[in-house]
């Protein structure tokens, strides 16, 4: 199953390649991975989606605990949950896909950050679903380049990840 | 009181001595060559210089497992580390509290490919409890006390410390922190004791209760608690390869190590109980074999650890509890003092005929030497426990040998066992005896040994010479790869591939060369006299070479993949 840890962890050199390296070391699977410093510039945040077993998922928390540098881990997934990606995709829009291309930038709500005569640059926000959608919907031909941030996920309401 | 500004290299020093550490094990070069100007001026710790790095770190191991002080180990940069990395995984796959000290190139060097530069924190991350790589002379003093806290808190660890030569010779103002705290490092030492009253409770309602303990128990120092427990309980109790000495082998209420090499008694015992109780063990694979077939319906499984990460990770465990062990028994046997009720005597009576049962197959035989016959390895182990007193200090290597050295002398109490169980690193033996005699002086240590692991850190008869290390030097010398050899015939059609050893060494020689007394043993009526005589040379390295059976196989023997009831016995072949 599909599980997103959020990671609130000390904002050092070299605690992120702790965090890839225990996944690669053990065999657990990154879909997903976001990390940036939080409002405390002492610590990061990170988000990773994953998918395994309910054994494997908590494997994988105690795992990512014993790391000197982790300071929290929470399963978003345990809980009501909000995540977000963000997508800018470059997409060849001249002659009859201009008009088209905007029309789906719309229906996705996305937004139109660059433009040339040839391409429109069009950012997305939303969850992985979201964006996977977007891409169905428009024709593979006209994707010239896309580029995600991963999710980032936060609870709900009182859930708060905080030391 | 003003601090005192000290120059990198002399903080490091300080450190050191602040942590009563006696001995330093090193190698110089050139990243390290201020701190070693340091040690030079000082007299607070003594540095022993091995012959290779790997040994540094296999000695300062070993000075940790077999005392309550903490192993240091210093290397340079590049080579130094790298051939330092195997010792430090050995370390890291047996919980074993120590602090490397690695000398690195220059910050302003870093990342250029300068001479003698390795990525030392990126190449040992994966194989040590924590590493830090320090970038400033001002945060020195408080990553080495990291360092010592980090090691020894917990479940136990390597912890290593990079520090660039330019760090060394920054100045700074030195104060040695006494305490400290880490918001992100608190691990949980002490046991739910809602979890401790569930598992007394299972234990005293068990029929078929099972005692099975490993390294936690001796790197905790709670064998004396362990001890206690069980004799209060009435069960019967198995040690892990890590855990024997944790429980006294003389005890009746000991049935031998379990695993793939363990006795018939306790691995049937582990399979067929009713509550099993697990001390400070993590169901490794050499141990319960395959998971699938371990799995029984209906026993209850209690698992004490200090590392919540063991609990559940191979087995599914029905009351885990986080703590250090030697607490958690300590309230145990509290709640057993205040109440009067014990397990069902007509149960664990009826539970004790069946182990006996188990235990008159036997398992634990071989066939003796007749007449002019070939020495048995297993008949040296045990003339060496008669010749010790069974008191001694016991380093292994890996393989053969290790296994035999296990099985056939006792240990009555913990760290007087020595050994790499979980990496399974040949050539740790004659490094784990320097470190183990240096932290025990007046005790005899004794490296049981093969031709195979014993080339692999051979060079060390140089330092136990430079050192005065009396030790005893067991080589098991079948002229093959024993355990190599052993699946080759069980498992690969007797197609003995790179096993035998061609063009050995005479050892003899080998120990003389070095300023060693050697002697080499052929005979079986010669084994037990020769070891006496060794063990009366107090003050001397005696190498023996015993030219043994080559034929001699290990058992009992559970297959790779097998479960614990699976077992090979010698009779059976």
Same mark, same amino acid.
């Given at each position: 199953?599909?599980?997103?840890?959020?990671?609130?962890?000390?904002?050092?050199?070299?605690?992120?390649?702790?965090?890839?390296?225990?996944?690669?070391?053990?065999?657990?699977?990154?879909?997903?991975?976001?990390?940036? /410093?939080?409002?405390?510039?002492?610590?990061?945040?990170?988000?990773?989606?994953?998918?395994?077993?309910?054994?494997?998922?908590?494997?994988?928390?105690?795992?990512?605990?014993?790391?000197? %540098?982790?300071?929290?881990?929470?399963?978003? /997934?345990?809980?009501?949950?909000?995540?977000?990606?963000?997508?800018?995709?470059?997409?060849?829009?001249?002659?009859?896909?201009?008009?088209?291309?905007?029309?789906?930038?719309? &229906?996705?709500?996305?937004?139109?950050?660059?433009? !040339?005569?040839?391409?429109?640059?069009?950012?997305?926000?939303?969850?992985?679903?979201?964006?996977?959608?977007?891409?169905?919907?428009?024709?593979?031909?006209?994707?010239?380049?896309?580029?995600?941030?991963? +999710?980032?996920?936060?609870?709900?309401?009182?859930?708060?990840?905080?030391? | 009181?003003?601090?005192? /500004?000290?120059?990198?290299?002399?903080?490091?020093?300080?450190?050191?001595?602040?942590?009563?550490?006696?001995?330093?094990?090193?190698?110089?070069?050139?990243?390290?060559?201020?701190?070693?100007?340091?040690?030079?001026?000082?007299?607070?710790?003594?540095?022993?210089?091995?012959?290779?790095?790997?040994?540094?770190?296999?000695?300062?191991?070993?000075?940790?497992?077999?005392?309550?002080?903490?192993?240091?180990?210093?290397? !340079?940069?590049?080579?130094?580390?790298?051939?330092?990395?195997?010792?430090? +995984?050995?370390?890291?796959?047996?919980?074993?509290?120590?602090? &490397?000290?690695?000398?690195?190139?220059? !910050?302003?060097?870093?990342?250029?490919?300068?001479?003698?530069?390795?990525?030392?924190?990126?190449?040992?991350?994966?194989?040590?409890?924590?590493?830090?790589?320090?970038?400033?002379?001002?945060?020195?003093?408080?990553?080495?006390?990291?360092?010592?806290?980090?090691?020894?808190?917990?479940?136990?660890?390597?912890?290593?410390?990079?520090?660039?030569?330019?760090?060394?010779?920054?100045?700074?103002?030195?104060?040695?922190?006494?305490?400290?705290?880490?918001?992100?490092?608190?691990?949980?030492?002490?046991?739910?004791?809602?979890?401790?009253?569930?598992?007394?409770?299972?234990?005293?309602?068990?029929?078929?209760?099972?005692?099975?303990?490993?390294?936690?128990?001796?790197?905790?120092?709670?064998?004396?608690?362990?001890?206690?427990?069980?004799?209060?309980?009435?069960?019967?109790?198995?040690?892990?390869?890590?855990?024997?000495?944790?429980?006294?082998?003389?005890?009746?209420?000991?049935?031998?190590?379990?695993?793939?090499?363990?006795?018939?008694?306790?691995?049937?015992?582990?399979?067929?109980?009713?509550?099993?109780?697990?001390?400070?063990?993590?169901?490794?694979?050499?141990?319960?074999?395959?998971?699938?077939?371990?799995?029984?319906?209906?026993?209850?499984?209690?698992?004490?650890?200090?590392?919540?990460?063991?609990?559940?990770?191979?087995?599914?465990?029905?009351?885990?509890?986080?703590?250090?062990?030697?607490?958690?028994?300590?309230?145990?046997?509290? $709640?057993?003092?205040?109440?009067?009720?014990?397990?069902?005597?007509?149960?664990?009576?009826?539970?004790?005929?069946?182990?006996?049962?188990?235990?008159? =197959?036997?398992?634990?035989?071989?066939?003796?030497?007749?007449?002019?016959?070939?020495?048995?390895?297993? +008949?040296?182990?045990?003339?060496?426990?008669?010749?010790?007193?069974?008191?001694?200090? &016991?380093?292994?290597?890996?393989?053969?040998?290790? $296994?035999?050295?296990?099985?056939?002398?006792?240990?009555?109490?913990?760290?007087?066992?020595?050994?790499?169980?979980?990496?399974?690193?040949?050539?740790?033996?004659?490094?784990?005896?320097?470190?183990?005699?240096?932290?025990?002086?007046?005790?005899?240590?004794?490296?049981? /040994?093969? %031709?195979?692991?014993?080339?692999?850190?051979?060079? %060390?008869?140089?330092?136990?010479?430079?050192?005065?290390?009396?030790?005893?030097?067991?080589?098991?010398?079948?002229?093959?790869?024993?355990?190599?050899?052993?699946?080759?015939?069980?498992?690969?059609?007797?197609?003995?591939?790179?096993?035998?050893?061609?063009?050995?060494?005479?050892?003899?020689?080998?120990?003389?060369?070095?300023?060693?007394?050697?002697?080499? &043993? %052929?005979?079986?009526?010669?084994?037990?006299?020769?070891?006496?005589?060794?063990?009366?040379? =107090?003050?001397?390295?005696?190498?023996?070479?015993?030219?043994?059976?080559?034929?001699?196989?290990?058992?009992? $023997?559970?297959?790779?993949?097998?479960?614990?009831?699976?077992?090979?016995?010698?009779?059976?072949?």
């Amino acid at each position: 199953m599909r599980h997103i840890l959020s990671v609130l962890l000390e904002n050092e050199a070299g605690a992120l390649s702790r965090v890839v390296g225990l996944f690669s070391a053990r065999g657990y699977n990154i879909d997903s991975l976001s990390v940036a /410093t939080t409002e405390d510039i002492t610590m990061s945040r990170m988000t990773i989606v994953t998918h395994g077993s309910d054994d494997v998922i908590e494997q994988i928390t105690k795992q990512l605990n014993k790391l000197i %540098e982790v300071v929290k881990v929470v399963d978003l /997934t345990d809980g009501n949950h909000i995540e977000r990606e963000l997508m800018l995709v470059k997409v060849r829009a001249a002659g009859k896909d201009r008009d088209e291309m905007k029309r789906m930038a719309d &229906i996705f709500r996305g937004r139109i950050l660059d433009v !040339t005569d040839k391409s429109y640059t069009i950012e997305l926000t939303g969850d992985s679903h979201k964006l996977d959608a977007f891409i169905s919907a428009i024709e593979p031909g006209v994707i010239l380049e896309t580029v995600r941030t991963g +999710a980032s996920g936060i609870g709900r309401g009182e859930r708060i990840l905080k030391i | 009181m003003t601090k005192p /500004t000290l120059t990198g290299a002399e903080i490091v020093v300080r450190c050191i001595a602040e942590e009563n550490v006696d001995f330093v094990f090193g190698y110089p070069g050139g990243a390290v060559l201020n701190i070693y100007d340091e040690i030079f001026k000082q007299d607070k710790f003594k540095h022993v210089l091995v012959r290779h790095e790997q040994a540094a770190v296999h000695a300062a191991d070993a000075y940790s497992r077999s005392s309550t002080k903490i192993g240091v180990a210093l290397v !340079t940069s590049g080579p130094g580390l790298t051939n330092a990395v195997t010792g430090i +995984a050995t370390a890291y796959m047996d919980s074993i509290p120590m602090v &490397i000290i690695s000398g690195q190139v220059p !910050t302003h060097a870093i990342g250029q490919d300068a001479f003698q530069e390795c990525d030392t924190v990126g190449i040992t991350r994966p194989c040590v409890k924590h590493n830090f790589l320090v970038k400033d002379v001002k945060d020195l003093a408080l990553t080495m006390k990291k360092a010592f806290y980090i090691a020894t808190t917990g479940r136990p660890g390597p912890v290593l410390v990079d520090i660039p030569k330019d760090i060394t010779q920054h100045s700074c103002a030195f104060e040695y922190p006494k305490e400290i705290t880490m918001r992100s490092y608190n691990p949980v030492i002490k046991g739910h004791s809602g979890q401790i009253k569930k598992a007394v409770d299972l234990l005293l309602n068990a029929k078929r209760p099972m005692i099975y303990t490993g390294g936690g128990v001796v790197l905790n120092d709670a064998a004396a608690q362990l001890t206690k427990l069980v004799r209060m309980l009435g069960t019967p109790c198995t040690n892990t390869l890590m855990g024997l000495g944790g429980f006294p082998a003389s005890d009746p209420q000991f049935v031998g190590m379990l695993g793939m090499h363990g006795t018939y008694e306790a691995n049937m015992a582990m399979q067929e109980c009713d509550v099993l109780f697990a001390v400070g063990a993590r169901f490794d694979d050499r141990v319960i074999g395959n998971p699938g077939h371990f799995f029984r319906e209906g026993r209850k499984i209690i698992h004490i650890d200090i590392d919540p990460s063991s609990i559940s990770k191979r087995v599914k465990v029905d009351v885990p509890i986080v703590g250090y062990v030697r607490d958690v028994l300590d309230e145990m046997i509290a $709640m057993l003092e205040q109440s009067d009720k014990r397990p069902d005597p007509v149960a664990l009576k009826a539970w004790w005929t069946t182990v006996k049962e188990w235990q008159s =197959k036997k398992c634990m035989v071989y066939k003796a030497t007749v007449g002019d016959g070939k020495i048995k390895p297993q +008949a040296v182990v045990q003339a060496l426990w008669r010749a010790t007193g069974g008191d001694a200090i &016991i380093t292994s290597d890996v393989g053969q040998h290790q $296994m035999w050295a296990a099985q056939y002398y006792p240990f009555d109490k913990p760290r007087k066992w020595i050994n790499s169980g979980g990496l399974g690193t040949m050539g740790v033996g004659i490094p784990y005896a320097m470190g183990a005699q240096l932290a025990n002086p007046d005790a005899t240590v004794a490296c049981i /040994t093969g %031709e195979g692991s014993v080339q692999m850190c051979i060079q %060390e008869l140089s330092t136990c010479k430079q050192y005065n290390i009396p030790m005893k030097i067991i080589n098991l010398n079948n002229r093959s790869l024993g355990m190599v050899r052993q699946w080759q015939e069980f498992f690969y059609g007797n197609r003995y591939a790179e096993s035998y050893m061609h063009s050995l060494p005479d050892f003899v020689k080998l120990a003389e060369a070095y300023g060693h007394v050697g002697m080499k &043993i %052929e005979k079986a009526g010669d084994v037990e006299g020769a070891l006496r005589e060794a063990v009366a040379l =107090k003050d001397r390295l005696v190498f023996m070479d015993f030219i043994t059976d080559e034929t001699e196989n290990v058992f009992p $023997m559970i297959p790779g993949g097998k479960g614990l009831s699976e077992m090979i016995l010698a009779e059976e072949l």
